[in-house]
């Protein structure tokens, strides 16, 4: 019927992922973010404490564009231990030219978790310096997707992961190592940041992983896990021995990144943050010295579920 909402299931858009698409368009998100064509408010977000768990509403319109959206997704960090997916969600597709609902995405939370692997694969190339290992902390589904993704802008590098449950951690490795990736699984996150170049942590930690001077010069480091309010993955003062700081969004760094913690600890100015968007695009250009440490906080923007639903739209449409 003319005008009915069309509901779509995970069922249809797994066999169409494609990573090479969802990267080019994460990065052209990112890019839309920097040059202020997005319009999206700070996102809404429930927490839980009992069990542990958050939900995130973010919604957004990017300026030019036919469509907008909104998108649920929720973690709750005890649901692997009862044989639950830890993360769901759904997004809705607008038209925005008569204000009526188009799709909704029933993803179960995989749209969210695709665009933020791309997301963190992009930063990971950004002043990735060209030795040392790759190190993963964290075991949940997107350390997982960090392991899958990376390789598609880093290449072909070794892998570590390292987690609070060891248990995991080996299990994570070797399930990537089946996949075909050298991923291994070290003892102590202190070996981790010894030998890893590219430093991922992807955690719902509450306070700072390790401190400062465990990290090694010339460490490039991604944090994706403080997506809302309590959370802290980098301790505060690795910020003041950073020789670039990059973020997804400002605002949103601010107000719940590892950056903002850090601008609030007076241990960085935010006027130090550059727009990764900006890098990506190559209107900003860094330089990076060997021993340099460098810093991009993620926290995952509407514009990337905006992205990631037009292209998913189009590709259930068929083939461009």
């Not at 075909?180 to 996150?189: F, P, T, Y």
């Not at 890098?279 to 010295?289: D, E, I, K, N």
């Amino acid at each position: 019927m003319a005008g009915s909402l069309d509901i779509v299931g995970i069922e249809r858009l797994r066999p169409l992922l494609d990573r090479r698409r969802v990267l080019a368009a994460v990065r052209d998100a990112l890019v839309w973010q920097s040059q202020g064509l997005v319009q999206s408010p700070l996102p809404g977000q429930l927490q839980f404490r009992e069990p542990p768990g958050d939900c995130h509403i973010k919604f957004g319109h990017v300026a030019g564009a036919d469509t907008f959206a909104v998108k649920i997704a929720t973690g709750f960090y005890e649901n692997a231990a009862r044989g639950l997916p830890s993360n769901h969600g759904l997004v809705l597709v607008f038209d925005a030219r008569t204000g009526a609902p188009r799709v909704l995405l029933q993803d179960e939370g995989w749209l969210t978790a695709w665009r933020t692997a791309a997301a963190t694969a992009l930063a990971a190339q950004v002043l990735a310096p060209a030795t040392g290992a790759i190190g993963v902390v964290g075991t949940g589904l997107q350390a997982s997707l960090a392991l899958e993704w990376l390789p598609e802008t880093l290449g072909d590098r070794p892998c570590l992961v390292w987690g609070r449950d060891a248990g995991r951690a080996v299990a994570l490795a070797a399930a990537a190592s089946r996949a075909g990736r050298a991923v291994v699984a070290v003892a102590s996150l202190e070996e981790l940041l010894e030998r890893s170049g590219v430093v991922v942590t992807a955690t719902p930690s509450s306070a700072p992983l390790f401190p400062a001077g465990s990290v090694r010069p010339g460490t490039h480091l991604v944090a994706l896990g403080a997506d809302s309010p309590g959370k802290q993955e980098l301790p505060t003062d690795l910020f003041a021995g950073a020789a670039h700081v990059l973020v997804d969004d400002l605002a949103q760094a601010l107000d719940h990144g590892d950056f903002g913690a850090a601008v609030r600890a007076g241990s960085v100015a935010a006027e130090r943050a550059v727009p990764l968007g900006a890098v990506l695009s190559g209107r900003v250009r860094l330089q990076r010295a060997r021993d340099d440490i460098s810093i991009v906080d993620l926290t995952g923007i509407a514009a990337e579920d905006i992205a990631i639903a037009a292209l998913f739209c189009q590709l259930l449409d068929g083939p461009a």
